[in-house]
C-alpha cells in the first residue's frame, strides 16, 4: 500500500551521521569541486555579493545555514531567507534539543543560474537526527534588472499550476516511481511539486521532488522532466525569461551533476602514475607511531595547496573523492596518485546509500570509482560512504569500508585553530582522522597538524598502510586501539 509523508518509515541512520559535509558546502560554487563558478558572471550581472548565515551554536541542537545574497535583488533575499527561517523553525519545532542524539540541522545554498541579470539559487537544507535524515530542497530565481524574484510556482501561470503538478506525477510514473495517492490528492504536497524546478539548456522543465514527499523515502530525490513543448505554454513571463537564462548558460548544471554535458577532458594515465608505494608498507604500524589522515568530497580549488603540504612534510595521505569532482579536477586526482597518495572512492555525488536501494548503491559507488578511473587514478578499492552511512546492502558492495574515528568537524566549524586542535586532541597511534579537503580553513591548518604530530612522533601513513590487507564489506574505523 502506498503511505503519505507521515506514515512512511524511514530507513536507520546510524550515529556518525554528524558529518553533514555536503559537496554543496561552498556556497557559490556550481559545487565544491567545480572547476570555474557559473560563468563568473560577467559585469553588470547580478553576482552574489556576500554569504548570509542563520546559526544556533546549540550544541544540543546545532543549526548552521548558509546562502548568497545579492545587493541588487532584495526580493530574492526576502524569499530565500524566508525559506531558511521556515527550515529552521520547523526544525526546531519538531526536534527537542537532546545531549545523546542532538538532532542537526544543516544547509546551503548554491548558484545554480547566473546569466545576464537573471539568478537562480537552490537552496538545500539535511535535517538530520539519532536515525532519520531528510533533505528539503527549493530553488529561487530573482533578476537584477527587475529586482523581482520568484519561487518555483512563480515560473508556471498561476491557471497552469495544477496541469503542471499532474503532468510531473505522471512523468514520475511513466519513469516507474511509485507516485503516492496523497500526491495526486493533495493540494499541498501538489504545490510542493513545484519547490524545485529549473530547466536544461533545450528548455525541458527538470522538477526534483521532495524526499520522502511523493514517492517513498528509498527513492531519495527523484528528477523528473518535462517536455520543452509540453511547458512552453504554461510558463509565466518569469518562467520564460528564466527558461531563456538557461538556455544560454555556459556549461552550468541546472540540476543533478549527473546532467552536466561539459566536463574537462580526463587526463590521460600517465606513465609516472602510481606507484606500487601508494599500497605497499613503508613503515611497521604494529611498531611506529602511525596515523592516517583521511580527506573527503574532493577534490577542491585547495586540494593542490594541500598535496604541497603534504608533500613539504613526506606525509601520504588517503583522499575519498567524489566522482564528480574527479570528473572536474581530474588533474589533482592523478597528482594524489602519481605522489603517492591512496585515491578511494566516496560515491558519485555523495548521495547517502542507505536511502538507496542495492542496484543504486552500486550505480553510485561504480560511477564514482570510474570517474575516479578515468581521471588518471587506479580504480579505487576502498569506499567511504557518505555520512558514514551504510546498511546491509552496503556490506555486498565487494569493498572494505573505512570509516574514522577522529572526526574533526571541520565542515562544521570552518576555522583553521578548531581543527587543529580537535586533529591533535584526537590523535593516537592507528587513528584515522576525518578532514575535508574542500574547505580552505582545513587545508591551511594541515602543515601546522603535520608538524606538532611529526613533533610527536608520528609518521602519516595511508589506510591500506594503516590496515594492511582489508576484507570486502568489514567497516574500520581504526588502525589500533586507543
Ligand atoms: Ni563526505
Given amino acids: 500500500m502506498i503511505s503519505p509523508r507521515s506514515s512512511v518509515r524511514r530507513p536507520h541512520r546510524p550515529r556518525l551521521l554528524a558529518v553533514l559535509a555536503l559537496a554543496l558546502a561552498v556556497p557559490l560554487a556550481l559545487s565544491a569541486c567545480a572547476v570555474t563558478p557559473p560563468s563568473g558572471p560577467p559585469t553588470g550581472t547580478a553576482a552574489a555579493n556576500s554569504v548570509e548565515r542563520l546559526s544556533h551554536d546549540d550544541p544540543k ?9 545579492y545587493d541588487r535583488i532584495p526580493a ?62 527549493a530553488t529561487f530565481y530573482g533578476d537584477a534588472a527587475s529586482g523581482q524574484a520568484w519561487a518555483g510556482t512563480g515560473l508556471i501561470g498561476a491557471s497552469h499550476a495544477d496541469a503542471v503538478a499532474s503532468a510531473i506525477l ?20 501538489r504545490a510542493r511539486l513545484l519547490d524545485d524546478v529549473a530547466f536544461d539548456r533545450q528548455g525541458n522543465l527538470v522538477a526534483l521532488l521532495q524526499e520522502c514527499d511523493v514517492t517513498a523515502c528509498s527513492e531519495g530525490s527523484p528528477e523528473v522532466s518535462l517536455p520543452a513543448a509540453t511547458v512552453a505554454p504554461w510558463l509565466s513571463d518569469a518562467g520564460k525569461s528564466v527558461r531563456a537564462a ?30 606500487a608505494s601508494a599500497t605497499t608498507a613503508r613503515v611497521d604500524c604494529s611498531v611506529a607511531k602511525c596515523v592516517a589522515l583521511t580527506f573527503d568530497d574532493g577534490p577542491g580549488p585547495s586540494t593542490a595547496r594541500l598535496l604541497d603540504a603534504l608533500n613539504a612534510a ?17 588533474e589533482l586526482v592523478a597528482r594524489e596518485a602519481r605522489e603517492g597518495h ?10 547517502q546509500l542507505t536511502r538507496l536501494k542495492r542496484d543504486g548503491q552500486v550505480s553510485e559507488v561504480e560511477r564514482g570509482a570510474d570517474a575516479i578511473a578515468a581521471a588518471g587514478a587506479p580504480r579505487p578499492t576502498l569506499l567511504r560512504p557518505p555520512y558514514g552511512s ?88 581504526s588502525g589500533r586501539k586507543k
Avoid at 111 to 126: F, K, M, N, P, Y
Avoid at 174 to 185: L, P, Q, S, Y
Avoid at 342 to 351: E, R, Y
Fill in 314 to 330: 613526506d606525509a601520504k595521505a588517503t583522499f575519498f573523492v567524489l566522482g564528480e569532482c574527479a570528473a572536474a579536477h581530474p
Fill in 246 to 275: 538557461y538556455a544560454v548558460q555556459p556549461a552550468a548544471p541546472a540540476t543533478s551533476p549527473s546532467a552536466t554535458p561539459d566536463r574537462p577532458t580526463p587526463a590521460a594515465p600517465t606513465a609516472s602514475a602510481p606507484t
Fill in 342 to 351: 591512496v585515491v578511494a572512492n566516496h560515491t558519485l555525488d555523495h548521495k
Fill in 170 to 189: 505522471d512523468a514520475a510514473a511513466a519513469k516507474g516511481i511509485a507516485v503516492f495517492e496523497e500526491a495526486r490528492t493533495s493540494a499541498k504536497v
Fill in 390 to 477: 551504510l546498511n546491509a546492502d552496503t556490506k555486498t558492495l565487494g569493498v572494505p569500508l573505512i570509516l574514522w574515528d577522529v572526526d574533526t568537524l571541520d565542515w562544521k566549524h570552518r576555522d583553521s585553530a578548531v581543527v587543529t586542535q580537535a586533529a591533535l586532541a584526537g590523535a593516537h597511534p592507528g587513528a584515522i582522522i576525518l578532514m575535508h579537503d574542500i574547505h580552505p580553513t582545513t587545508v591551511a591548518a594541515v602543515p601546522g597538524i603535520l608538524a606538532k604530530l611529526k613533533a610527536q612522533g608520528y609518521t602519516f601513513v595511508t589506510v591500506p598502510e594503516l590496515l594492511g590487507t582489508m576484507s570486502p564489506g568489514v567497516v574500520y574505523t
Fill in 61 to 69: 541542537r546545532p543549526v548552521h545555514l548558509q546562502w548568497p545574497i
Fill in 76 to 137: 530574492l533575499n526576502q524569499l530565500t531567507r524566508a525559506w531558511m527561517e521556515r527550515s529552521d523553525r520547523a526544525f526546531q519545532d519538531g526536534n527537542p534539543p537532546s545531549d545523546a542524539v542532538p538532532p542537526e540541522l544543516n544547509g546551503t545554498g548554491t548558484e545554480i543560474l547566473a546569466t545576464g541579470s537573471l539568478v537562480g539559487v537552490r537552496l538545500d537544507v539535511l535535517e538530520s537526527t539519532g536515525a532519520d535524515a531528510v533533505r528539503l530542497t
